[in-house]
């Protein structure tokens, strides 16, 4: 049975090294899995003030994400953490908390970034994040992606053989998750 999972992106940047991430994820992703691209860079700061009516585009997101099986969050790194695009989308698909749209879906945290660690702040971070929100996050294996020049192209395609192996390793114990988590009926 096919599962759909939902891809946030932590960067609006066209030349995203995270956008070409989640494309190579994609491309190397086991049968049985489609995506869904979240868009966040539209999403309004977040105000409590606007949960009574909130924006159309706060009212997709929620819809979208709850008509979702999983959920992909793909983060560069900025100043140790995620950047704040990203943090707005999650404040507002999980409130108010009693509708929190992310809830209860399991989920896969990567991300690369030039330096040397990969992001493994940002990814720790986002874990302190979402784990609250009772996203079920996959353990293991985690993935810091050191990203070199010419690693990924735009369009996903994945420069050296050792790469692309963690790349599908990833997405093939991602899809377990997904499998296992379906499994146990964690809802």
Do not use: C
Request: proline share 7%; hydrophobic share 45%; no cysteine.
């Amino acid at each position: 049975m096919d599962r759909t999972v939902g891809i946030f992106v932590g960067s609006l940047r066209a030349e995203s090294i995270n956008l070409a991430l989640a494309r190579a994820l994609v491309r190397h992703a086991p049968e049985g899995l489609s995506f869904e691209w979240i868009p966040i860079g539209d999403l309004p700061h977040y105000n409590a003030d606007l949960e009574v009516d909130p924006p159309a585009t706060v009212k997709a997101l929620r819809k979208t994400v709850r008509a979702l099986d999983a959920l992909l969050v793909v983060t560069p790194e900025y100043n140790r953490s995620i950047p704040g695009v990203l943090k707005n989308a999650i404040d507002w698909a999980s409130r108010p908390f009693a509708e929190n749209s992310l809830a209860r879906k399991p989920g896969g945290v990567i991300g690369s970034s030039p330096g040397p660690i990969g992001g493994a702040a940002a990814q720790q971070h986002l874990r302190n994040i979402l784990t609250p929100l009772q996203v079920y996050l996959m353990g293991q294996p985690e993935a810091y992606i050191h990203f070199t020049p010419g690693a990924i192209d735009a369009d996903g395609n994945v420069a050296t053989e050792a790469l692309q192996a963690i790349l599908v390793r990833y997405m093939e114990r991602y899809a377990e998750w997904i499998r296992r988590f379906e499994r146990a009926g964690a809802d």
